[in-house]
């Protein structure tokens, strides 16, 4: 069992900036992926940004060259830093652990964009 505690999100005006952490415990594999998922009002949840043990990272489209994923291995934690954020990225922000045959998930954290 891997537990994911997600902190950093809240309200911020556009062209803000945030930074989420999400820092994971239990069994933890060395070679696994990381990273968030973001689910807006109505919409479907979908990847944000992922990054691997060994540091190979992954951005969608609509956050790529704004956001940046980055992990501290030591730590078993991950970070988002969000930049000239948008009202888009008005969504619920979940971190998850994904190893051969299994996907963890955090409870979430709000990220609120005001225009």
């Known amino acids: 069992q891997v537990q994911l505690v997600e902190s950093g999100g809240g309200l911020v005006q556009a062209g803000g900036s945030l930074r989420l952490s999400c820092a994971a415990s239990?069994?933890?594999?060395?070679?696994?992926?990381m990273g968030w998922y973001r689910q807006a009002p109505g919409k479907q949840r979908e990847l944000a940004a992922s990054i691997t043990t060994s540091g190979t990272t992954d951005y969608s489209d609509s956050v790529k060259g704004r956001f940046t994923i980055s992990r501290d291995n030591a730590k078993n934690t991950v970070y988002l830093q969000m930049n000239s954020l948008k009202p888009e990225d008005t969504a619920v922000y979940y971190c998850?652990?994904?190893?051969?045959?299994?996907?963890?998930w955090g409870q979430g954290t709000q990220v609120t964009v005001s225009s």
């Open positions: 998850y652990h994904r190893t051969v045959g299994d996907v963890y």
């Open positions: 239990g069994t933890i594999f060395s070679v696994h992926v």
